[in-house]
């Protein structure tokens, strides 16, 4: 017979919780602190995630999924008639203005307004481009030309089309704010004066032109962007628009995907790389858990009897687990409203303070507020606070009026208690020994004490992870990669990653200065030899071949024919040789073989990097290997140039004959570091080394007189592209000031500095330290309150257990020890656990970084066991000494005669 008695039962819950403040309290606080947890990590991971997004699509150039490049009217008009394409919108790309030094300056026609905020342009003054000398700029253009950001300024450019060099002087019709995160700066020019330009000219020449002239393959041609319906395998559908266009992807017509987008890198990430991630939710979930699952199971244990009672008046399981629930319900209604507001506004504060160490930090941050934050801390809270409850509410719900009352009363306290203090004094001799009765009442309860020992560990765990992931980053090996000295100087295009490709000419007057500053320990020059090539052998072909059939080659449309005469032996393999001082040759990384320095130096071997292709391939699938012999040939000075033009009459290649040619054995198979190399890549090619002695350079020594240096820049093929300075310590700051002054005065000149790169590569640390220690540090906040509520929890449901110890002769000092020694025995094994399962944990999972993450190896750290460990002692120390004078306050009598 179903009795209908909701509403005792609610009178029952809300009285209950009415007499139980301090419960409530910690429920509440764990609550709150469960939905801070899950907020603040929703908002922050979400914002960096937003911040990332954002930055690469400054990067990349706009917000559009997917684009075409260099499409033809024709091509784009049938790509965009798919029904899988929603929007679109082009720019048509017409040169690189020449005068523009400090800043890749793109000079564009841009049909559509609308299209410049999906660039991220804003304009902050100004219109699109309507007089046919109109032109819109950024706040970089205008401050290398020295000019004030006002309407109406005039604009002087240089650039090359066609062949042909076009000087003109544009009016100033708007500007907006120039992004440091993007690559180049956008000029945008009018409608009428692009349809000056191309005069006649067809998309078929334009086509033509780009074949002749790779490095204009652009110009004139439509680059595309598309919007689809959503993110999701961007790849797929952009391959598919174009093949349903009646054009073969890749070759035919070219395209690219925003990477930018995070479904889209969420596709091919790498699998440990989401474990590592399930791992770190997962890690949350049962942080959160660990803590309210403790406060409810205490709860139940505490009242234990109070629910055998209920069971006798003929309350059901059901309702008492009605009742658990209940209570739960009302604590989470107070606790995760404060904990999503308190969260959310951690990750608003938080995020532009955490980037601002980063690279982002040029950029206006704020956290973008989405619903979905709060949805996801408000489900996950519920989530767990309803699934932390379900067990103590079984266990309430399950136990007999009999047990009740044995469990609470001195059957279990009493006899057993005192069997265990008869035991532990014949131990001592008849002493009383506060340690073993300590662990006697850790095992009273086991599932109370591997909760609190699990959530205490976890947090010095997560704490161990995050601080040895910090401590393992080599900012040695960054600053090994990125520079090779103290300071770098060479030309802006060497030295700035902003500018791309232009000439690498170092002014003699640069170095005369540089020699002449006061401090120099060491200079070491980096030299490169152009049109230098590998012959392509028996063996080559073949390899070369397979490579093809493999899809591991290059093949764009305009490289048909080179990559044709590349497979038959008829064209040389390329690449960029380089030579360096006897010094800097230990900074290459050597993948395969091994590289004697002295034996190099011989001049009779050579060392290559691996092959890049359509991906760089590894050293064991290269096209040489060490031991191998190879023919190198390049233009000497006997070498003759003949000049091929096209049906215009315009040059659009050299080629040479009377080649210098000579055998080298390959050595090694390297890796060259970025500060030794001018970064720049040929598809299907490798780079070579060689002694700088077979590069015709010849060293005469540095008494500041480099008459060397212009003979080799006038007379030869080979060029000093840079040269690294050891400083010493106290003239550094001397050093840099000159080389700052010459760099402003001419601006092509460019330098970089250890000092400067040492504080970019610590930024970056900062803020994933900053992310991973905020996140643990609210882990191991949860794990002090929850080992907090556990003593406080404890010392008061046992309050009767103390009164009748004390009244059999326990003294107020061994029952404070007693509690002390139990507070710490939770800290030992949790000490215990973490050390081992923390250094494991952190062994395991680091190490497999070591290959995934660049400047990253795995370094054992003891300094998050030697934070957290006194931290948590103390916690143990002072907890029960503060609980126990409260308890003090009545006597033993009052104490023994409370039955609840």
């Not at 680059?223 to 790849?235: K, R, S």
């Not at 952009?238 to 395209?255: D, F, Q, S, W």
């Not at 949805?375 to 007999?400: D, N, Q």
């Not at 020699?515 to 052998?537: A, H, N």
Request: proline fraction near 3%; charge should be negative; hydrophobic fraction near 45%.
């Amino acid at each position: 017979m179903k009795n209908n008695n909701g509403a005792s039962i609610r009178k029952l819950s809300n009285r209950s919780l009415k007499n139980n403040h301090m419960r409530n309290f910690f429920a509440v606080l764990a609550i709150t602190l469960t939905g801070i947890l899950f907020t603040a990590v929703f908002s922050l991971t979400g914002g960096v995630m937003q911040t990332a997004q954002e930055q690469t699509m400054r990067e990349v150039g706009g917000k559009f999924h997917a684009g075409l490049k260099a499409a033809t009217t024709q091509q784009y008009e049938k790509v965009i008639s798919d029904p899988l394409v929603k929007e679109s919108s082009y720019n048509i790309f017409i040169s690189i203005a020449d005068n523009i030094i400090k800043r890749q300056a793109e000079l564009r026609y841009l049909p559509m307004e609308s299209a410049l905020e999906d660039m991220f342009i804003t304009l902050e003054e100004g219109h699109m481009p309507a007089g046919e000398k109109d032109i819109i700029v950024d706040s970089f253009i205008l401050d290398e030309l020295g000019l004030p950001y006002a309407l109406g300024e005039k604009i002087p450019l240089r650039f090359q089309f066609m062949g042909e060099t076009v000087e003109d002087e544009f009016t100033l019709c708007g500007w907006y704010r120039g992004d440091v995160v993007s690559h180049a700066s956008e000029l945008f020019l009018s409608e009428s004066y692009w349809m000056g330009l191309k005069g006649s000219f067809t998309d078929e020449d334009f086509l033509q032109w780009g074949e002749g002239h790779p490095e204009d393959k652009n110009v004139g041609l439509m680059a595309v962007n598309l919007y689809f319906d959503n993110t999701y395998h961007l790849e797929e559908k952009v391959r598919t628009v174009i093949t349903n266009a009646g054009y073969e992807p890749g070759t035919e017509l070219a395209y690219g995907v925003n990477w930018a987008y995070m479904t889209n890198r969420l596709e091919a990430v790498d699998p440990f790389v989401m474990l590592i991630l399930l791992g770190t939710v997962a890690v949350i979930l049962l942080t959160g858990y660990l803590i309210i699952y403790n406060i409810f199971q205490i709860s139940v244990i505490s009242d234990i009897r109070f629910y055998g009672l209920l069971k006798t008046i003929g309350t059901t399981k059901k309702q008492i687990r009605a009742l658990v629930r209940r209570q739960a319900f009302i604590l989470s209604v107070i606790g995760i409203p404060v904990g999503l507001i308190i969260g959310y506004g951690i990750g608003a504060w938080t995020l532009p303070f955490m980037l601002s160490f980063s690279d982002y930090g040029g950029m206006e941050i704020s956290l973008k507020f989405h619903p979905q934050i709060l949805v996801f801390g408000a489900g996950f809270s519920t989530f767990t606070v309803f699934l932390s409850s379900r067990k103590p509410g079984k266990i309430a719900g399950s136990v007999s009026p009999i047990e009740a009352v044995k469990y609470t009363e001195e059957g279990e306290i009493g006899k057993k208690s005192l069997k265990r203090k008869k035991k532990a004094k014949r131990k001592k001799g008849g002493k009383f020994s506060a340690v073993s009765m300590s662990f006697s009442n850790l095992g009273r309860n086991r599932r109370t004490t591997a909760v609190v020992v699990s959530a205490i560990s976890l947090s010095i765990i997560l704490l161990s992870i995050v601080m040895t992931a910090v401590g393992s980053f080599r900012i040695d090996q960054y600053i090994e990669q990125r520079i090779a000295g103290d300071f770098l100087l060479g030309n802006v295009n060497v030295t700035s990653t902003a500018v791309g490709n232009g000439d690498i000419d170092i002014e003699p007057d640069f170095l005369k200065m540089a020699d002449l500053q006061r401090g120099i320990e060491g200079r070491r020059e980096m030299w490169t030899r152009f049109s230098t090539g590998l012959l392509v052998d028996d063996k080559a072909k073949e390899r070369l071949q397979v490579l093809s059939e493999t899809g591991n080659l290059r093949k764009e449309p305009y490289m048909a024919e080179d990559l044709e005469e590349l497979l038959q032996g008829e064209k040389s393999l390329s690449g960029y040789c380089y030579g360096y001082d006897k010094e800097l040759l230990s900074y290459l990384k050597v993948l395969d073989g091994t590289l004697d320095i002295e034996e190099f130096l011989t001049g009779d071997y050579i060392l290559l990097t691996q092959f890049l292709g359509s991906t760089v391939l590894p050293s064991d699938e290269h096209i040489y290997h060490p031991g191998d012999t190879v023919t190198l040939e390049w233009c000497g000075e006997d070498s003759i140039g003949h000049e091929i033009v096209d049906e215009a009459g315009e040059i659009i290649n050299v080629v040479y004959d009377n080649l210098d040619r000579k055998e080298y054995k390959v050595m090694a198979i390297v890796e060259i570091p970025y500060a030794l190399g001018l970064n720049r890549y040929s598809a299907n090619s490798c780079d070579m080394v060689l002694p700088l002695s077979e590069m015709g350079v010849e060293k005469i020594g540095n008494d500041g007189e480099i008459d060397w240096y212009e003979r080799y820049m006038q007379e030869s093929f080979t060029r000093c592209f840079a040269v690294s300075y050891q400083v010493g310590e106290q003239e550094q700051s001397a050093f840099e000031s000159a080389v700052e002054m010459y760099t402003k005065q001419h601006p092509q000149m460019g330098y970089l500095t250890k000092e400067a790169l040492r504080k970019e590569f610590e930024s970056m640390v900062m803020v994933i330290a900053t992310i991973g220690i905020a996140l643990a540090a609210v882990v191991a906040l949860v794990g002090i309150l929850n080992f907090i509520n556990a003593m406080v929890t404890a010392i008061i449901s046992r309050k009767r257990e103390f009164a009748m110890l004390q009244s059999i002769g326990m003294t107020n000092g061994q029952l404070r020890k007693t509690l002390i020694c139990e507070g710490v025995s939770y800290i030992v094994i949790s000490g215990a656990i973490s050390f081992v399962l923390g250094s494991l944990l952190a062994w395991l999972i680091l190490r497999a970084l070591n290959g995934v993450i660049l400047f990253f190896e795995y370094r054992f750290q003891i300094l998050p066991f030697v934070i957290m460990l006194p931290l948590l002692v103390l916690a143990a120390v002072a907890t029960p000494v503060i609980c126990y004078r409260s308890i003090q306050k009545k006597s033993i009598v009052e104490r023994l005669r409370v039955s609840e």
